[in-house]
């Protein structure tokens, strides 16, 4: 038998090292599959929430998160392609049209 | 058995994120990222939710993985390579990981010293979750079929190439 705080402790592993890509890594595509991370460390603990309260609804929410994942998925990709299309790069810094 | 079979899913999941993180190619990021979702698949499963796991396996390192990597085969790796990453950054960001990790663990903390465990149970039938789906979660199924048809709408409309016209 697994103990549940197995699950939680990974889930908040992968939360923390999607955080740390994010922010390491430079480029829009591999900033943007961090937050594919750390939105699976999110399913991972409602995963284990779910199982600990005896609850199915935490696995409905687990499909609509990767639904909702997948449209963001569609759009950020479309929006990074377009950043490409006009700027020639998809690194963070030369983005600076807003002069951030 | 079942920890084992664990042990060794959770190492596949976090090897592999360190190895997207780690890795300076993008496509290969991406690829490492397949894997690392195959392996929560096989977590999903464990944890009683058996149609999760294969959700995850066929959309997640499926179809969405794929819509990546079109993307970065699209993009030239040349001209996109990530730049040098700078000290001070590299410093700041591990000092934040460590600060939320860190976080994390006083606030699960209670549940961390739990000892409920994840043994076979039935929950998480396919049955049971297409009744609760088109049961009780049936308007937020029907709004999530309007939020995937605009964002259908909007991908299209985002990366058409304009007439300069």
């Known amino acids: ?100 | 058995m079942a920890a084992a079979l664990f042990l060794i899913l959770a190492a596949t999941s976090v090897g592999a994120v360190l190895g997207m993180i780690l890795s300076r190619n993008q496509a290969y990021s991406a690829l490492w990222l397949v894997l690392a979702f195959a392996a929560l698949g096989g977590l999903f499963g464990l944890l009683d939710a058996p149609f999760i796991a294969a959700v995850q396996i066929i959309i997640y390192a499926g179809a969405i993985m794929v819509l990546f990597i079109f993307v970065i085969m699209m993009i030239p790796l040349s001209t996109a390579l990530p730049p040098e990453r700078r000290k001070a950054t590299l410093f700041l960001s591990i000092i934040l990981a460590v600060v939320l990790a860190a976080e994390m663990a006083v606030s699960l903390w209670a549940m961390l010293r739990g000892r409920e465990t994840a043994g076979p149970g039935g929950l998480g039938s396919t049955k049971a979750l297409g009744r609760l789906l088109f049961g009780d979660f049936i308007y937020p199924f029907e709004i999530t079929s309007l939020l995937i048809m605009a964002a259908l709408v909007g991908a299209i409309v985002l990366a058409k190439k304009r007439d300069k016209a």
């Open chain 1, 1 to 100: 038998m697994i103990p549940l705080s197995w699950f939680l402790a990974l889930s908040a592993a992968l939360f923390v090292l999607g955080v740390a890509a994010f922010f390491v890594k430079r480029d829009l595509i591999t900033m943007f599959l961090a937050v594919e991370v750390m939105l699976n460390a999110a399913n991972l603990a409602f995963l284990t929430f779910a199982k600990k309260q005896g609850l199915l609804a935490g696995q409905v929410i687990v499909f609509f998160i990767i639904t909702v994942a997948a449209a963001e998925a569609a759009v950020g990709l479309a929006i990074i392609l377009l950043v490409f299309r006009q700027r020639k790069s998809i690194k963070t810094d030369e983005v600076d049209l807003m002069k951030g």
